[in-house]
């Protein structure tokens, strides 16, 4: 099928789907193992092994960090909205800026601040913050 919109020529091609017999399951459903076994998506006995054995539970480093403590979702915001304070940076500089917003979060306390370049820096946590 050929079209043309705007001087242009636009070709479209139309290929037929595979339609394949449905294979019934005992409860009259469709058995949708036995269709992928079909197509060939079935389990490969040379299937690249990815390591995720039961065995190897515990095993890695574990990256999810501390928890919280149990009163953090609890504890409130030590600073106020429009309260000028000191934000620590990744450089490791402090630099002056403005509390916008003030949240209690289960990881405890956390702000968005406004620096004096007008940027907003959201999810800024209590212990970053200096009066």
Do not use: N, W
Not at 70 to 95: C, I, N, T
């Amino acid at each position: 099928v050929v079209a043309q919109l705007d001087r242009r020529c636009v070709f479209i091609l139309q290929i037929p789907r595979l339609q394949l017999p449905a294979m019934p399951s005992e409860d009259g459903g469709v058995d949708l193992l036995a269709e992928a076994e079909a197509l060939g998506l079935g389990a490969d006995e040379g299937e690249e092994d990815l390591g995720g054995d039961d065995e190897d539970v515990g095993g890695g480093e574990d990256l999810s960090g501390d928890p919280p403590g149990h009163d953090a979702a609890a504890a409130e915001p030590r600073f106020a909205v429009g309260q000028v304070v000191r934000v620590l940076k990744e450089s490791g500089l402090y630099a002056d800026c403005t509390i916008v917003a003030a949240d209690q979060t289960e990881m405890g306390p956390m702000y968005a601040v406004r620096f004096e370049d007008g940027f907003v820096q959201s999810l800024v946590p209590e212990a970053e913050l200096s009066v």
